[in-house]
T-cell receptor, first 114, second 109 residues
């Protein structure tokens, strides 16, 4: 199984600023995803992070607001730009490795925007 | 379209059995997952079914009927630590997961 770490684990930010969340996997993985989870709700997929190319965004999410990088097979970043209180949420990184269907999750980043 | 339905909340007694149902509509269906999520933590993998039938793993079992678009998670010998949200998710042909809203399971002594 893959072990995923995220940094920071939590942050409190001011409106209008940006935060970059890092996701590191301990082994090479085929696919990486970024999710958002509001308290008491299920997961919402933001985008699929593609290695060496632009991320694939879900409806309602755009690159200018959530730029994503994935320079190699073990690392990705998600930036939450020009934050507003509505961006307060838990952001989760996940990965699928090889031909396994199981999706592993990082511990999440709890973001509060004031 | 893509849709996942599961009950919002269920209550069961310690030591008993509970079944959490999930129905789905997914184009290019590529399997059904169950995850457990304790409050404040990330989801953890429980099971994956892609063929019809029952998969048993210790106290937890998962069932799938592809023709009915139906799955359930069966938890036996319930323990207090099983109190959590249980998320049903179907995988589409692009390997993306479509998530249900989760079932909050409350275990009472």
């Amino acid at each position: 199984s893959a072990v995923i770490s995220q940094k920071p684990s939590r942050d409190i930010c001011q409106r209008g600023t940006s935060l970059t969340i890092q996701c590191q996997v301990d082994s090479q993985v085929t696919m990486m995803f970024w999710y958002r989870q509001q308290p008491g709700q299920s997961l919402t997929l933001i985008a699929t992070a593609n290695q060496g190319s632009e991320a694939t965004y879900e409806s309602g999410f755009v690159i200018d607001k959530f730029p994503i990088s994935r320079p190699n097979l073990t690392f990705s970043t998600l930036t939450v730009s020009n934050m507003s209180p509505e961006d307060s949420s838990i952001y989760l990184c996940s990965a699928v490795s090889g031909d396994r269907q199981e999706q592993f999750f990082g511990p999440g980043t709890r973001l509060t925007v004031l | 379209g893509q849709n996942i339905d599961q009950p919002t909340e269920m209550t069961a007694t310690e030591g008993a059995i509970v079944q959490i149902n999930c129905t789905y509509q997914t184009s290019g269906f590529n399997g059904l997952f169950w995850y457990q999520q304790h409050a404040g933590e990330a989801p953890t993998f429980l099971s994956y079914n892609v063929l019809d039938g029952l998969e048993e793993k210790g106290r937890f079992s998962s069932f799938l009927s592809r023709s009915k678009g139906y799955s359930y998670l069966l938890l036996k010998e319930l323990q207090m630590k099983d109190s959590a949200s249980y998320l049903c998710a179907s995988m589409d042909s692009n390997y993306q997961l479509i998530w249900g809203a989760g079932t909050k399971l409350i275990i009472k002594p």
